[in-house]
């Protein structure tokens, strides 16, 4: 009998603390009850909210799976510890796993740490780097160099031997270098023995031998090796990763090559090339590549490691025989027969190329014309550059080189060149000079000289400031204009050049205004005449207007004009002008070397200097007797009176033949006399009147001297009036002794 039991609706409600809906249990647990009871039905209507039994019932069935998933959830909230819990069980975890789906998962992870740790620092992947590269790196350099000098060593002993040349044919022929050629028939060597050795046991793997080479235990020889090398590197604390490389014994040599888990030893006797390092390291590789597992794991077994004997056959098969053949007659005459021609065809190619490069060399050397590339390709000639029109004819200068112009190929580009040759020519067609101008070339400077219309000038100005910046200077400073007030201007700027030349002139100021000329300045009065110096210049006097000052110039020449004369200077005395300097030399009187030495005085005191050292006073007794008998007589006349007394004419007889006789010693003493008559008068009446009968009496006393034989130009007249008394006047005698004429006399 099956029963129907109505479900019962009970409020839904969660519980936070362990994310199980307590209410949804305990409803189920009721509705399982119903359905075993149906007498249930009417005591649970409804079913509380916190009812203890169904909490009981709860940690019954679920607290234990509530308790670890509330632990689990509180270890995934918290990252640290769950690092900690995650590495606890990776390492185990990482050894369970599959080798390759652990590595196809860790692949990226790895190369991008990898990637950021080398772009953040490369120097600390160098480091780790750098104890592994650097002996491999280093053995590879040394074998290098190695085999860079044997392979020069052989080429220089073969290089001019029959054998040479053989071999030279042969590297032509094959394609591989002489160096390689020589190496390969010139070195003899034979591998004899190959043993592999264990690195880690030193226990021989495997052992080759060549045939007809002989040898002792190879067990022994192998463990022999090993301990060799570990002597090695326990001696000079050589690092794990290195080894023995050569050993070498008379004519065997023992090479060895390092792996990981193997090294190769080759016996080789004679002179093996460095290629075969290459060969071995090879042969190592390949037996790591294929038995790298046995290779780590071996124990002595060698059951495993069958198929490298076959491996190391090929390292005994390695060798180089001498060759005995004869003399290669065929091949020498084939050679010749190739190198006949070919050194025709290199000849001719060569004497081609020589004067192709003459022709270049000739082309270099023009003016006007720059090369800018030049080149031979199959049997053509290339050249291109720039090339002035005015500059020669490239096409022009191939005669006479014995190229064929049909093989030249040119290509020549405009300029302009700046040599002074060619901007001379462009300027003469552009500006045609007239005939009166001459254009010329002056140290890289373009002259232009002559006469020419100011137009003219005007574009010979503006053609040379627009001549290139680095070309030649155009100069037309000596070009003349000919126009009528150019030539005006010329005339009138000679005639300065010309005043301001002359000394004791000084030109202050001068114009041109209008067609007339103004001039003004100083002027000595013993300089030239400015008008007269108008003459020849073509100037036109009455267009001339000059106003000069007086004032003495210091110019030496007119200084000494003006010396003598005011000081009036003796035959004996010469003048002379030494580096501005105004020297006296000769022989003259006291009285003028004293008038001279006040003269210096003055002098001097301008800035001049008058030298009066070189000077000797002339005093001959006879002269200086005869001066003085002289000087004392005196002409007398009555008051009044312009004419001497009769009693005053054998004083005047005496007074002619004393100054006669004077005139003619003085001559031969070498100077000249002079005799000064003064006047004199009292001072009776008007000043004016006693100043004309003191100059008349002289006058007067000078005829009657002439009169009797004394020559007049030596006789000097002046009337000094009453200012040279001879007595004072308070007496009657003194009065009559003023009125008189005195002789004083002078040598020059």
């Not at 647990?29 to 909490?55: C, K, Q, S, W």
């Not at 799976?65 to 270890?75: D, K, Q």
Request: charged content about 25%.
């Amino acid at each position: 009998m099956t029963s129907t039991v109505d479900p019962i609706s009970l409020p839904q409600a969660a519980s936070n603390d362990t994310e199980i809906d307590r209410e949804a249990l305990a409803s189920l647990l009721v509705e399982i009850a119903r359905n075993v009871d149906p007498d249930y039905r009417a005591r649970f209507d409804g079913v509380p909210t916190a009812d203890p039994r169904m909490e009981t019932l709860r940690q019954l069935l679920v607290g234990r799976e509530i308790s670890e998933l509330s632990r689990v959830t509180h270890l995934l909230d918290e990252p640290e510890q769950l690092a900690s819990a995650v590495g606890g069980v990776l390492p185990s975890a990482a050894a369970r796993a599959p080798y390759a789906q652990l590595g196809e998962a860790l692949a990226p992870a790895v190369e991008r740490a990898v990637q950021r740790s080398i772009q953040k620092s490369p120097r600390t992947l160098t480091d780790i780097l750098y104890p592994v590269f650097l002996p491999a790196i280093r053995k590879s350099i040394g074998e290098k160099i190695d085999q860079t000098f044997q392979s020069l060593n052989e080429t220089l002993r073969h290089i001019f031997t029959w054998h040479g040349l053989k071999w030279r044919f042969e590297a032509w022929r094959t394609g591989a270098s002489f160096s390689e050629v020589v190496l390969k028939h010139s070195l003899v060597y034979r591998v004899e023995h190959v043993f592999l050795i264990n690195r880690n046991s030193g226990l021989l793997i495997a052992h080759v031998t060549a045939d007809n080479a002989t040898s002792e235990d190879p067990q022994l020889i192998s463990s022999m090796l090993s301990a060799i090398q570990d002597f090695v590197k326990d001696s000079f604390n050589e690092k794990e990763q290195s080894g023995l490389d050569t050993i070498r014994f008379g004519e065997l040599r023992l090479w060895s090559e390092v792996g990981p888990f193997a090294t190769l030893v080759a016996v080789i006797r004679g002179n093996p090339p460095e290629e075969l390092h290459e060969i071995i390291r090879d042969v190592l590789l390949r037996i790591h590549d294929e038995c790298s597992q046995a290779l780590e794991q071996f124990d002595g077994d060698s059951s495993q490691l069958a198929g490298v004997e076959t491996q190391l056959q090929t390292c005994v098969e390695l060798k180089q025989e001498d060759s005995n053949q004869g003399f290669p007659w065929l091949v020498v005459a084939a050679v010749l027969l190739v190198l006949i021609p070919a050194g025709g065809w290199f000849f001719l190619s060569w004497q081609s190329g020589q004067r192709w490069q003459a022709y270049v060399s000739r082309l270099s050397t023009q003016p006007g014309i720059i090369v800018a590339e030049q080149k031979v390709r199959d049997g053509q000639f290339y050249i291109a550059g720039l090339r002035d029109p005015l500059a020669a004819d490239p096409q022009s200068l191939l005669s006479g080189t014995q190229v064929d112009p049909a093989r030249v190929h040119s290509q020549w580009q405009f300029y302009q060149s700046l040599e002074p040759e060619f901007v001379l020519k462009r300027l003469t067609e552009s500006l045609t000079p007239p005939k009166s101008v001459r254009l010329s070339i002056v140290n890289d400077r373009i002259i232009a000289e002559g006469e020419a219309p100011d137009t003219w000038i005007d574009r010979a100005r503006a053609a040379a400031r627009q001549l290139s910046a680095g070309g030649p200077v155009f100069d037309i400073s000596k070009v003349r204009d000919v126009s009528p007030e150019a030539r005006a201007a010329e005339r009138w700027q000679h005639y300065v050049s010309r005043l301001e030349a002359q000394a004791g002139i000084i030109v202050a100021q001068q114009t041109a205004r209008g067609g007339h000329f103004y001039i003004s300045g100083l002027r000595d009065p013993q300089a030239a005449d400015p008008q007269a110096l108008l003459s020849g210049t073509g100037v036109d006097p009455a267009r001339v207007h000059s106003q000069w000052q007086f004032y003495q110039s210091l110019d030496p020449k007119f200084v000494v004009k003006r010396l003598m004369a005011s000081l009036a200077p003796p035959d004996s005395v010469r003048f002379s002008i030494i580096k501005d300097r105004i020297v006296l030399v000769g022989e003259a009187p006291a009285a003028w070397i004293d008038r001279a030495r006040v003269a210096a005085q003055q002098l001097a005191a301008d800035g001049l200097s008058l030298e009066i050292s070189e000077l000797r006073e002339l005093t001959p007794q006879e002269l200086t007797r005869l001066r003085e008998a002289i000087q004392a007589v005196d002409i007398f006349f009555d008051s009044g009176k312009a004419v001497p007394g009769p009693e005053q004419l054998p004083v005047l007889d005496k007074l002619a033949n004393q100054l006669k006789e004077l005139a003619k010693d003085a001559r031969k003493a070498g100077v000249t006399a002079q005799f000064m008559l003064t006047g004199h008068s009292d001072a009776v009446g008007r000043e004016t009147t006693n100043a004309s009968i003191s100059a008349a009496r002289a006058e007067t006393v000078r005829a009657l001297l002439k009169k009797r034989g004394v020559a007049p130009e030596s006789l000097l007249v002046r009337g000094a009036g009453t200012f040279e008394p001879a007595e004072t006047e308070n007496s009657r005698t003194g009065s009559s002794a003023n009125r008189r004429v005195s002789v004083t006399v002078n040598f020059h």
